[in-house]
C-alpha cells in the first residue's frame, strides 16, 4: 500500500461525458503527479501540482484540467470523452517539488469510454 | 530528459540473480538514473536510484557504469512475484518522469 489513494477504481461512461477522477496523496506529500496508461501509448506523463500551484505540464490534451485544492488532493477533469481517453489514470505524490525522484503511485483508476 | 534504451523482454529462473541492464548514452551530469516497476496493471513501484555510485537496497542493486552511459538492476534472488515491466529512466530530481516501453521480466519455476 503506497499511501496513494484514487477513486474511483474502475469507471464507464460514454464518449462526450465528463468525469473526474480523485486522488489523495501520501500525508504530507505535496506533490501530485498524473499519468495516462493506455495499450498503445505507455505511462504518459500528463501533469504535476505542487502545494496547490502547477509545476509541470506534460501531453495533457485540452479537453482535460487538473487542480490541487488546500488540503492537497486532487482531481482530473476529462471532458468530452473520446473512445481513446479510455486508460488507466495513476496518480503520484512526492515530499517535494523536486526531490529524490521516488514518487509513490496509486493502485489507478480505470476509465472506459464507450 | 536523456533518452533510455532496454531490452523488451527477459527470462529469469526462479532463484537466480535477474540482471536488466540500462542504456542511457545520452545522460547528463546532474540526472539520477531511477527504477521503477509495474506489476501487471498495478501502479508502478519505486526500486532504486542513483547518480555514479553503485546502491543497494533492500530490494536491489544497481550498477552505474563509470562513464554513467549505461547501468545494471540487480535482483538477487528472482522470485515469481518479481515478474513484471522494469522502466529505467535517468531524470533530474524527477520532476515528470518519462517511463519509455521498459523490460518485461519473466521469472519461470
Known amino acids: 500500500d503506497s499511501g496513494v489513494t484514487q477513486t474511483p477504481k474502475h469507471l464507464i461512461t460514454a464518449t462526450g461525458q465528463r468525469v473526474t477522477l480523485r486522488c489523495s496523496p501520501r500525508s504530507g506529500d505535496l506533490s501530485v503527479y498524473w499519468y495516462q496508461q493506455s495499450l498503445d501509448q505507455g505511462l504518459q506523463f500528463l501533469i504535476q501540482y505542487y502545494n496547490g500551484e502547477e509545476r509541470a505540464k506534460g501531453n495533457i490534451l485540452e479537453r482535460f484540467s487538473a487542480q490541487q485544492f488546500p488540503d492537497l488532493h486532487s482531481e482530473l477533469n476529462l471532458s468530452s470523452l473520446e473512445l481513446g481517453d479510455s486508460a488507466l489514470y495513476f496518480c503520484a505524490s512526492s515530499v517535494e517539488a523536486a526531490d529524490t525522484g521516488e514518487l509513490f503511485f496509486g493502485e489507478g483508476s480505470r476509465l472506459t469510454v464507450l | 530528459d536523456a533518452k533510455t534504451t532496454q531490452p523488451t523482454s527477459m527470462d529469469c529462473a526462479e532463484g537466480r540473480a535477474a540482471n536488466l541492464p540500462c542504456n542511457h548514452s545520452?545522460?547528463?551530469?546532474?540526472?539520477?538514473v531511477y527504477w521503477y516497476r509495474q506489476i501487471h496493471s498495478q501502479g508502478p513501484q519505486y526500486i532504486i536510484h542513483?547518480?555514479?555510485n553503485n546502491e543497494t537496497n533492500e530490494m536491489a542493486s544497481l550498477i552505474i557504469t563509470e562513464d554513467r552511459k549505461s547501468s545494471t538492476l540487480i535482483l538477487p534472488h528472482a522470485t515469481l512475484r518479481d515478474t513484471a515491466v522494469y522502466y529505467c529512466?535517468?531524470?533530474?530530481?524527477?520532476?515528470?518522469?518519462?517511463f519509455g516501453p521498459g523490460t518485461r521480466l519473466s521469472v519461470l519455476p
Open positions: 542513483g547518480l555514479k
Open positions: 529512466i535517468a531524470d533530474n530530481y524527477g520532476q515528470n518522469f518519462v
Open positions: 545520452t545522460i547528463s551530469g546532474n540526472e539520477y
